[in-house]
C-alpha cells in the first residue's frame, strides 16, 4: 500500500508529460513552407496529437486516483485504555489452625482423669503478602 501513492504520481507525471508534448511532429511531414514564410500544420486535429498510450496513461492514471481516494480501510479498531491503575496492597493472611479431638486420659501429677475434649493446634502461623489490585478512580 506504500507504493500505490508514488505509482499514482508516477502515472500521473508520465501522462502530463505526454500531453504537453502530444501536440508536436510525431514524425509525419505535415509542415510545409519556405524560409521566411507562413508555415502550415496539417492534420485531423485534437485525435491527432495524442497517441493512444498517453491517452491510455492518462485515463488508468485516474481510475488508481479514484480507486486510492474511495477506498476503505480495514483497520482494527483502536484498544480502549481502561480507566483506573494497578496498586500494590499488604494483605494480613490469618494463621490457619487444626482442630482435633483428645480422649479422656489420667494425670498422675494432679491424681485426676482429664475427660475427653477438642484442642486446636496451629497449622501455619499469619503473615502479611502483597498483591496487586486494580483501582479504579
Not at 485531423?44 to 488508468?60: I, M, N, P, T
Not at 482435633?100 to 498422675?108: F, K, S
Request: proline residues 4%; contains cysteine; positive net charge.
Amino acid at each position: 500500500m506504500k507504493h500505490l501513492p508514488s505509482g499514482v504520481i508516477f502515472i500521473l507525471c508520465i501522462s502530463l508529460a505526454t500531453s504537453v508534448y502530444a501536440g508536436g511532429y510525431h514524425g509525419s511531414r505535415r509542415y510545409y513552407g519556405d524560409q521566411g514564410k507562413r508555415y502550415y500544420c496539417g492534420g485531423r486535429g485534437w485525435y491527432d496529437g495524442y497517441s493512444g498510450w498517453e491517452v491510455a496513461a492518462a485515463v488508468l492514471g485516474t481510475v488508481i486516483v479514484a480507486d486510492a481516494i474511495t477506498r476503505l480501510s480495514y483497520r482494527p479498531a483502536a484498544v480502549a485504555v481502561p480507566a483506573g491503575h494497578w496498586e500494590i496492597q499488604q494483605v494480613w493472611v490469618p494463621e490457619t489452625r487444626q482442630r482435633y479431638w483428645v480422649n479422656q486420659y489420667y494425670d498422675a501429677s494432679r491424681n485426676v482423669w482429664v475427660l475427653g475434649h477438642w484442642e486446636e493446634r496451629q497449622v501455619t502461623p499469619g503473615y502479611w503478602t502483597q498483591r496487586q489490585v486494580w483501582v479504579v478512580p
